[in-house]
C-alpha cells in the first residue's frame, strides 16, 4: 500500500477567493479533499485515466463543486505543482537568509538541489506522471520572482537590468540541477554546486581555475 501524499500549499487553497485574507473554511475544507483526492487516485491510476467524475466521488463531492474550485484536471495538477516548487524556493531562501553566508550560491544549489530532488524522486504525482520540465518550469518562475523581491543575490542596484540578471542566474542554476537529475548523475552535489559557484562568480575561466586547482575532481 502506498505512503499517502498529503497536499501542500493550503496558503493556494483559496486563490479563487482573491483579495480576501480569512477564506471560508468550508472553501478550504473542499480544496483540500479535492487535492487530496487526487493525490490518492495518483497513486493508484495513471495520470491520463484519472477524471474529474472519479475525484469528485473520492472527495465526496459533485463534479459542480469541483468547478467552483478548478477548471479541470490539468488545472488541478498544475496548482499542485506550483505549490510544491514555491515551498522549495521559500525553505531555501529562508534558510539561506538565516545563514551566515547570505549571497553564498554554492549553499543555494546545494539547498535547492537537496530539496529538488529527493521530492521529485519520493513524489508520485511528479516522479511518475508529472514532466520534470514542468516542474523545474515553474521552479524557475519561483525562483526568480523571489529573489528579485529579497535582493537575495544583491543586484537591485542594476535597475532596469535587474530582472534579466537574475531570470539569467535562476534559469542557469535550474538548468544544472534539470541535468543532474535527467543524466541520473553519480557526481555529488556538492561538486557541481562548487562548479556552478565558480561559473557565476567568475564565468568559463573561473571554471578551469577551479578544476586545476583541484577544487573538484576532474
Excluded at 115 to 121: E, I, R, S, W
Excluded at 190 to 217: F, M, N, P, W, Y
Amino acid at each position: 500500500m502506498a505512503n499517502e501524499i498529503q497536499p501542500t500549499g493550503e496558503g493556494a487553497a483559496c486563490r479563487e477567493s482573491g483579495e480576501r485574507t480569512a477564506p471560508d473554511r468550508r472553501v478550504v475544507r473542499t480544496r483540500k479533499a479535492i487535492r487530496q483526492a487526487f493525490l490518492t487516485l495518483m497513486q493508484e491510476t495513471e495520470y491520463q485515466k484519472i477524471t474529474i467524475t472519479g475525484i469528485a466521488r473520492e472527495a465526496d463531492i459533485d463534479r459542480k463543486t469541483f468547478y467552483l474550485h478548478y477548471q479541470s484536471v490539468e488545472d488541478l495538477a498544475n496548482e499542485i505543482v506550483q505549490d510544491e516548487a514555491d515551498r522549495i524556493v521559500r525553505t531555501c531562501l529562508d534558510s539561506l537568509e538565516n545563514s551566515d553566508d547570505g549571497e553564498n550560491v554554492v549553499d543555494l544549489f546545494k539547498r535547492l538541489s537537496l530539496g529538488l530532488a529527493p521530492d521529485l524522486k519520493s513524489m508520485k504525482l511528479i516522479a511518475s506522471h508529472t514532466p520534470y520540465e514542468l516542474v523545474l518550469k515553474k521552479l524557475e518562475s519561483s525562483l526568480t520572482a523571489s529573489l528579485i523581491e529579497q535582493d537575495t543575490l544583491g543586484l537591485k542596484k542594476l535597475g532596469p537590468y535587474l530582472d534579466f540578471c537574475v531570470a539569467y542566474f535562476s534559469a542557469g542554476l535550474v538548468a544544472v540541477i534539470r541535468r543532474w537529475i535527467l543524466d541520473e548523475s553519480e557526481i555529488p552535489l556538492e561538486d557541481i554546486a562548487q562548479v556552478t559557484h565558480a561559473l557565476v562568480h567568475s564565468g568559463l575561466d573561473g571554471i578551469v581555475r577551479t578544476v586545476a586547482e583541484g577544487g573538484v575532481k576532474e
